[in-house]
T-cell receptor
Framework: DTAVSQTPKYLVTQMGNDKSIKCEQN?????MYWYKQDSKKFLKIMFS???????INETVPNRFSPKSPDKAHLNLHINSLELGDSAVYFC??????????FGPGTRLTVL | AQSVAQPEDQVNVAEGNPLTVKCTYS??????LFWYVQYPNRGLQFLLK??????LVKGSYGFEAEFNKSQTSFHLKKPSALVSDSALYFC????????????FGKGTTLSVSS
């Protein structure tokens, strides 16, 4: 009965590879997000989708592409991974004005 | 542009004592304000929010926060700290406009000693 789930929890990969992180929420929320937490624990919004429509797209390299097949899913695909992409990526969901419910995070390590 | 500041990297308090974690914000119009807590190797957990109404907001685990419009602050408080409260706390703000992002502070590490 997990509210917001992400897979995988850990991802270790080589530079230049392409990888995806999946996110699902069972809360019936309209809006989903991807956040990046760097090594200093600083959290920054990357993308936001409302009812499968992109509403926030911060200054993120276009190697990062979110995809929302339906309201309950928001996946993150990353092409040509770089060392600087190493971070913890959090998916979250909310009703539009409400608090964000966060997933457990995916720790990405690029070697 | 909206921003949020948490002026303290770390707050140390003895168990049983009151605690305060500070947060100030800058946003156009009326703010939506939130506090989250993050335990090691975990996701963020929502503690409380201020949207409108009473300036004193009560949240989870005995935490509360006071919205002060004149000082643009939203400090997190708890009357009696527990060792299990030790964690990383984030204040966040967004403008009262559709499509605006939730901006997080840099976080404050709370350490409660027994």
């Amino acid at each position: 009965d997990t509210a917001v789930s992400q897979t995988p929890k850990y991802l270790v990969t080589q530079m230049g590879n392409d990888k995806s992180i999946k996110c699902e929420q069972n809360l019936g929320h309209d809006t989903m997000y991807w956040y990046k937490q760097d090594s200093k624990k600083f959290l920054k919004i990357m993308f936001s989708y409302n009812n499968k429509e992109l509403i926030i797209n911060e200054t993120v390299p276009n190697r990062f592409s979110p995809k929302s097949p339906d309201k309950a899913h928001l996946n993150l695909h990353i092409n040509s991974l770089e060392l600087g992409d190493s971070a913890v990526y959090f998916c979250a969901s909310s009703q539009v004005e409400g608090a964000r419910f966060f997933g457990p995070g995916t720790r990405l390590t690029v070697l | 542009a909206q921003s949020v500041a948490q002026p303290e990297d770390q707050v140390n308090v003895a168990e049983g004592n009151p605690l305060t974690v500070k947060c100030t914000y800058s946003v156009s119009g009326n703010p939506y304000l939130f506090w989250y807590v993050q335990y090691p190797n975990r996701g963020l957990q929502f503690l409380l929010k201020y949207i409108t109404g009473d300036n004193l907001v009560k949240g989870s685990y005995g935490f509360e926060a006071e919205f002060n419009k004149s000082q643009t602050s939203f400090h997190l408080k708890k009357p009696s700290a527990l060792v299990s409260d030790s964690a990383l706390y984030f204040c966040a703000v967004r403008a009262n406009q559709a499509g605006t992002a939730l901006i997080f502070g840099k976080g404050t590490t709370l350490s409660v000693s027994s």
